[in-house]
């Protein structure tokens, strides 16, 4: 037996694992009129192909159909937000007609025996709170707190997960310091302000979730984490020193604080000055993580020799970012020494090459298999996305999706990779057969 074959042999997953796909509100569901995306997107000039969301795919209203669909693909999972400017339009204001909209949507994904996964903040802030100052006001947090306790009074009887926010660290940079999302300002100091404010949050609302579900009598015992976007920061050279400490640097002010400080309590510098909140400390039950791909690292960026290198190591790219599921790995273990359960929340390819997509699905799990058998206690595997969707400043550029959107039509047509991903979910495994037709 050659070593390929080798490689290539039958892999299985744990009995009970969760399997299925992710989107959001303001991604898939169309007029989210009252956040402050959508009013970014009216100034124009800031989308890259200049389209706008619009009716998007109109699942705030075809979501029964796109249920359907998914139970058809085998999934036993799905991953959506609940938009925080339909409960709350205008501070202190509910909309009861919204609220019970998405109850509508849990109990459809019930009644299909389809498990909900609720995010309660991806990306999107009703307007009047970004009129407040966003996530620089540190009422923020306190709004966020309100707005999580009326969202598990109202539907917390139907909820068995929750992610408090989505990718909080890349939501304050892209927002704050890198100018990429509204407001677009670009001050790293906002940034850390902004991380704080995040990290506090997501600990207020964990306590929040639980606490409101025993004052509720609710018999669910909710499992609440947070939801982290985990970049893998690569040294140019790893023989080189400065390498490896610019991708220490990295790895540390994006992802390592905002983990460490929900398992310690303390917000380390620069985002804070050490405080220890008693609230944040193990404020989770499960980590969610989101992973694509690595960024090479080196301080040494103005070397031409070092960026020839840079681009020799480059892969497979997407339409996106390069594939590289090695990282996935590493990423998934440096969140062993929590002890939480963990679960993929997004991963997943923009591209228009559906056997692309199926290589991405097949390498991305066969890291995941790997990390279990190294003893990651890794319950599910979330694709990123159901649908092609608005993918925020890229527009409808970007084709994430297992099932294809005619955004003209609205007609859903489940690519190849979608019925890959169906037969691997049947099967509880991954198939030597399919490894080979596609690597």
């Known amino acids: 037996m050659s070593q390929k074959e080798k490689t290539y042999q039958d892999i299985e997953f744990p009995k009970g694992f969760l399997w299925g796909a992710a989107t959001s509100a303001h991604q898939v569901e169309g007029n989210n009129t009252n956040n402050q995306w959508w009013a970014w997107e009216q100034e124009g000039g800031h989308i890259n192909d200049s389209t706008v969301s619009g009716r998007a795919c109109d699942h705030y209203h075809l ?61 999107t802030d009703p307007i009047w709170l970004a009129e407040k100052g966003g ?42 310091g890198l100018g990429v999302h509204p407001p677009c300002h670009t001050d790293m100091n906002e940034y850390y302000t902004a991380g704080k404010h995040f990290l506090i949050a997501h600990g207020k609302s964990y306590r929040a979730i639980h606490e409101t579900v025993k004052d509720m009598g609710f ?56 405080e220890k909140l008693d609230y944040l400390k193990g404020a989770w039950d499960l980590i969610g993580v989101n992973y694509y791909t690595r960024s090479q690292i080196s301080p040494r960026l103005d070397d031409p020799k070092v960026l020839e290198l840079m681009m020799s190591r480059r892969g497979e790219t997407t339409d996106m970012y390069e594939v590289y599921p090695e990282g996935f790995y590493k990423e998934l273990m440096s969140t062993k020494k929590y002890g939480k359960p963990v679960y993929v929340t997004e991963n997943g ?16 799990l066969k890291e995941v298999h790997k990390a279990i058998s190294d003893g990651l206690d890794l319950k599910g595997f979330l694709y990123w996305s159901l649908m092609d969707n608005f993918e925020w400043s890229l527009g409808y550029s970007m084709r994430f999706g297992l099932v294809e959107i005619n955004y003209e039509t609205l007609e859903r047509k489940p690519r190849p990779s979608a019925h890959l991903y169906r037969d691997i979910i049947k099967g509880n495994k991954i198939t030597k057969q399919q490894f080979k037709e596609y690597l």
């Open 63 to 123: 979501y029964e159909k796109d249920f359907d669909l998914i139970k058809e693909l085998g999934h036993n999972a799905h991953r959506f937000s609940i938009e925080w400017s339909r409960i709350e339009p205008k501070e202190g204001l509910w909309n009861e007609r919204e609220i019970e909209h998405y109850r509508k949507v849990i109990q459809a994904l019930k009644n299909r025996e389809i498990i909900p996964m609720v995010t309660l903040h991806h990306f």
């Open 219 to 274: 018999k669910t015992k909710p499992q609440a984490g947070i939801v982290k976007q985990m970049m893998y920061y690569d040294p140019v050279d790893p023989n080189v020193k400065e390498d490896v400490e610019e991708a220490r640097k990295m790895d540390e002010l994006t992802n390592r604080w905002f983990l460490d400080g929900i398992h310690t309590g303390i917000i380390r510098e620069p985002f804070g000055k050490g």
């Open 135 to 176: 996530w620089l006001n540190p009422k923020t947090v306190d709004h966020f707190e309100r707005y999580t306790r009326k969202v598990v009074e109202s539907l917390g009887d139907l909820i068995p997960f929750y992610n408090t926010i989505n990718e909080p660290v890349w939501v304050a940079y892209a927002s704050y």
């Open 349 to 364: 390819i923009a591209t228009n090459d559906d056997k692309q997509r199926c290589r991405y699905i097949l390498t991305h």
